[in-house]
């Protein structure tokens, strides 16, 4: 089974997409979470051209969405980090150290050129995995 997972105030932005999937594994669920940006406003743009509060935002997004599905961020396995500009990685880096204390997942974090909504310089994807209660 996949159940499809929206967040309360969840808002669809451009096309069609769950911002999360959780998959019935038989003794677990594996949820997989779509990259999170920073928040828009009407023009498509970013609410802060700040990396750090995109990143706490960001982080903030994830952890509702995981919330949703009865998880956590201590059941993350894996991240998937872009930034815009790798010179941005140590101030990332101490932000992402925080929310992943415990869980410590693996991790891979690439530059890229842009993003789809103006003004953002990250985007994060994540997979969990949860116990069966």
């Known amino acids: 089974m996949i159940e499809n997972i929206y ?3 969840w808002q669809q932005t451009r096309g069609f997409y769950s911002p999360a999937k ?17 928040d828009k406003n009407g023009n498509n743009e970013a609410t ?13 997004s994830i952890e509702k969405i995981l919330k949703s599905a009865d ?7 894996k ?5 815009t500009d790798i010179n941005d990685f140590p101030k990332v880096s101490s932000i992402r150290d925080k929310w992943f204390k415990d869980s ?7 530059e890229v050129n842009a993003m789809t909504r103006k003004g ?14």
């Open 104 to 110: 410590k997942p693996v991790s891979t974090l690439l």
């Open 7 to 9: 967040p309360e105030d």
């Open 79 to 83: 991240a998937q980090i872009f930034l």
């Open 120 to 133: 953002a310089k990250i985007e994060i994807e994540v997979t969990a995995i949860i116990k069966k209660k």
């Open 48 to 60: 802060t051209n700040d990396v750090e509060e995109q990143t706490e935002l960001v982080f903030q």
């Open 71 to 77: 998880a956590t961020l201590n059941d993350i396995v």
């Open 22 to 38: 959780k998959i019935d594994m038989g003794d677990f669920y594996m949820i997989y979470v779509s990259g999170q940006q920073v």
